[in-house]
């Protein structure tokens, strides 16, 4: 096997150094458009809600209807377990 030149090893160094440079520079800039693309939707959903009053109090109404939701199914299912543990009692 012969032996590489210091040359050769410096090139071949050289090489790898730049391919992992472009790698992580890609991977830097993947980053740099999603949050682009992030700052983007943030900006025009401040831009519509801002000019727009219904929109927010549609979203507004939406939300504590979900909340209400929420709380009713939780107190279902509270319900639906105070149930089945007392069905369980009954048959020991």
């Not at 109090?57 to 089945?84: D, G, I, P, T, Y």
Request: proline share 2%; aromatic share 6%; glycine share 2%.
């Amino acid at each position: 096997m012969a032996r590489q030149e210091p040359q050769e090893r410096n090139y071949d160094n050289m090489l790898k150094m730049i391919e992992d440079l472009n790698r992580d520079l890609e991977k830097l800039l993947e980053e740099m458009e999603k949050l682009t693309v992030q700052a983007t939707w943030m900006a025009y959903d401040m831009v519509v809600m801002r000019t727009n009053p219904d929109l927010t109090n549609s979203m507004r109404h939406l939300e504590e209807a979900f909340l209400n939701c929420r709380e009713e199914m939780e107190k279902k299912w509270q319900e639906v377990l105070r149930e089945s543990k007392g069905e369980e009692q009954k048959k020991e």
